[in-house]
């Protein structure tokens, strides 16, 4: 299987911190509008978070189960407004 590397790679990234900006907090949700598998945005999202883009939280549910919870930090907001401005202004 080759590696996406490069533009394709930034891109998915892109797709699912953009996902999670506009309030989709769950991976299942984030891997159905993304069209990409879930393993890959649990891949993705881990970067994210790593780079401090992204907060994830995890929660207690109901009968114990755990919630996993995703939002974007403050630094992460600033620079995807950045960027959907550059690409804007790139069209």
């Known amino acids: 299987m080759p590696s996406n590397t490069g ?8 797709m699912v911190w ?5 309030g ?3 991976i299942d949700s984030i891997a159905k509008v ?10 993705i999202i881990n970067d994210l978070v790593a780079q401090k883009l992204v907060v994830k939280t995890i929660k207690k549910g109901f009968f114990g189960n755990k919630k996993t919870e995703l939002d974007v930090a403050d630094t992460g907001m600033r620079i995807l407004n950045t960027k959907k401005q550059e690409l804007a202004e790139k069209s």
């Open 7 to 14: 533009f394709s790679e930034s891109t998915n990234h892109f």
């Open 18 to 22: 953009d996902a999670i900006s506009r």
């Open 24 to 26: 989709i907090k769950k």
């Open 34 to 43: 993304t069209k990409l598998s879930k393993d890959e945005v649990e891949l």
